[in-house]
């Protein structure tokens, strides 16, 4: 059981953020153990081949890389996956600049979290760890483009959605609702949140938390990182300067699906495409996610959106300098009832 003890500055500094290097590392452990990750299979079949090409596969031996990600259970090394910045917008060269940036005695230190044969590999890292940063943000630059690039604007879509509900219930709820809903792993009680271990003690492997026991959070809050890849479990650094917890995005299960038809009574009423649009609405979207979502121009779909808004369909808000659309309650009762 790990315990994390909040202040008040904690709780006042505690912030969610999507970050790309979180879906790097955990999609990698993904690939390492497929037959965990159900979810992901459609993904894993379609990537697998291109990514054995080019040498990412776990066990392929040459790449940094996949040596650096333990299979499930094992723990990741912490300088992988640097805090993102606070922004509204996750930007893989800024946590790449991040990654490089980091000093040798860190590297080094959390290097001893690899058992002696990933060590052994990755001895070049050790020994030069700024050459080795260098060598390690090439291969993630070029695993990114093989493996997520593609399917990034279908995660960034899912995991805006989960930032937008997130903070929707942070306002309903305050700090204790959100923490309570994160996982069924994770308990908010007391000033305290408690992540409790994936297995038994007595049958577990090494869960894939740091610092077991009870850390306090020495007024840095917690970063929370919304993830695709992290499912089903949650994934946690607490020894670092700002402390962060990944958990599953809500909705990964729909991730891979074809999107699904209108109902034809409400294509009948409002039209094909409206209805497309309310249906692709499941999430949030802006409406240039949305047009690419149903193969429309971006001036067709704003076009629609507006006779929707109009109608009491959809709403619009800012997040950042994106304008998301999402379904109303009157949407939803319309969709429920025409299946």
């Not at 912030?15 to 879906?23: A, D, F, G, K, M």
């Not at 700002?242 to 409400?266: D, F, H, I, K, M």
């Not at 704003?302 to 800012?318: D, F, K, M, Y």
Request: glycine share 6%.
């Amino acid at each position: 059981m790990l315990s994390l003890g909040f202040s008040m500055h904690d709780v006042a500094r505690t912030r969610i953020t999507i970050s790309c290097l979180w879906e790097v590392m955990a999609s990698v452990r993904v690939l390492g153990d497929p037959a965990s990750h159900p979810v992901h299979l459609p993904w894993v079949n379609q990537v697998r081949p291109r990514l054995a090409a080019a040498g990412f596969l776990p066990g392929a031996g040459h790449r940094w890389l996949t040596s650096l990600v333990p299979p499930n259970g094992h723990p990741i090394p912490d300088f992988l996956t640097p805090p993102p910045p606070a922004t509204a917008t996750a930007d893989l060269a800024t946590e790449l600049s991040a990654l490089a940036a980091t000093s040798a005695e860190v590297v080094r230190a959390d290097l001893k979290v690899l058992d002696q044969p990933r060590l052994s590999a990755l001895q070049g890292l050790c020994d030069d760890p700024k050459s080795g940063l260098a060598r390690l943000v090439d291969e993630i630059t070029e695993y990114w483009d093989i493996a997520l690039a593609q399917s990034w604007p279908r995660i960034r879509t899912l995991l805006d959605a989960e930032v937008f509900q997130r903070a929707r219930r942070l306002t309903e709820h305050g700090a204790e609702g959100l923490l309570n809903d994160l996982h069924q792993r994770v308990h908010w009680r007391d000033g305290s949140l408690s992540i409790a271990p994936r297995r038994p003690a007595r049958h577990r492997r090494r869960a894939p938390l740091r610092c077991p026991g009870s850390t306090s959070l020495r007024g840095t809050g917690l970063l929370l990182v919304p993830s695709v890849f992290a499912w089903p479990s949650v994934l946690s650094i607490t020894a670092a300067e700002q402390p962060q917890l990944a958990y599953p995005a809500r909705g990964v299960a729909t991730l891979w699906e074809a999107s699904p038809c209108p109902p034809r009574a409400l294509a009948a009423v409002i039209g094909r495409t409206r209805a497309d649009l309310l249906v692709a609405l499941e999430s949030p979207l802006s409406t240039t996610d949305l047009a690419r979502r149903i193969g429309l121009s971006a001036g067709g779909t704003s076009q629609h959106l507006g006779i929707l808004r109009a109608a009491g369909l959809v709403t619009s808000h800012r997040t950042g300098h994106t304008i998301v659309n999402a379904r109303t309650a009157v949407a939803e009762a319309l969709l429920s009832a025409a299946h």
